[in-house]
């Protein structure tokens, strides 16, 4: 299993309805090419984990450099993993205005004590730290 972690700019601050229009569609793609992972957004900066197959996690992430929603896509890190550290959710999510997002499937609060458990995958601790950073939590 292969994992993705990357930042990049939205070309512009996202309304909640582009937010979610977002994920909605991700959540297709993802489950299509059995790729799992969390994106979190503030304040026009992206941080998201993709994970799944070697070559699901390509195609996925050829996808993502060509969606023009954002640019100066930096990858953070690259690595393999033995089981997915998102094994539920084809597209978890959270964003600063998390009061309207809340109610949306997927949706995990960064202010709550439980947000991405105790797991220390270094996947994990970034987007933590993207999250803290960020007022997320």
Known sequence: MEYIVYVSTARKLLEDYELLDLLTVARVNNETNNITGMLLY????????IEGEKADVERTFKAIELDLRHKNIIKLITGTIEKRNF???????????NHT??????FLDPSTESFLGKNNHTSIEMLKTFAAHNNLS
């Not at 503030?42 to 984990?49: A, E, K, P, Y």
């Not at 094994?87 to 205005?97: G, I, K, N, Q």
């Not at 997002?101 to 997927?106: C, D």
Request: negative net charge; glycine residues 8%.
């Open 42 to 49: 503030s304040q026009g900066t992206f941080m998201q984990v």
């Open 87 to 97: 094994p539920d959710w084809t597209m978890a999510f959270a964003s600063v205005d």
């Open 101 to 106: 997002l809340r109610e949306f499937e997927g």
